[in-house]
């Protein structure tokens, strides 16, 4: 069954950090490029992270440093894709929906984990 799952998001101060996860079931996810993207209110939805297969990393400017997106090795030919997004410094900026795809991403997406920052 092809199926994202996101979680880990939650509220946080600024300054915080969270950790989401991803589990991307299915045949379709393995051996590609992950991404971890962000919609905020209003807004469209964007990679802010990507990881190749090869763990080649690639973020956006406003979060690299900040954040550190990583793949489960243990699961690299399984199937199930585990990803992760270590996000630490958080700025109100930051808040969104946190969505994981492949990348270029697939036509469709798992239900997203809501990250806001705020005092």
């Known amino acids: 069954q092809v199926q994202l799952v996101e979680s880990g998001g939650g509220l946080v101060q600024p300054g915080g950090s969270l950790r989401l996860s991803c589990a991307a079931s299915?045949?379709?996810?393995?051996?590609?490029?992950m991404g971890w993207y962000r919609q905020t209110p209003g807004g469209q939805r964007e990679p802010v992270a990507i990881?190749?297969?090869?763990?080649?990393?690639?973020?956006?400017?406003?979060v690299r440093g900040r954040f550190t997106i990583s793949r489960d090795r243990a699961s690299r030919g399984a199937a199930q894709t585990m990803v992760y997004l270590q996000m630490n410094s958080l700025t109100p900026e930051d808040t969104g929906v946190y969505y994981c795809?492949?990348?270029?991403?697939?036509?469709?997406w798992g239900q997203g984990t809501q990250v806001t920052v705020s005092s």
């Open positions: 299915g045949d379709i996810f393995i051996g590609y490029a």
């Open positions: 990881i190749t297969n090869g763990d080649v990393i690639s973020y956006i400017d406003s």
């Open positions: 795809n492949r990348y270029p991403s697939l036509d469709f």
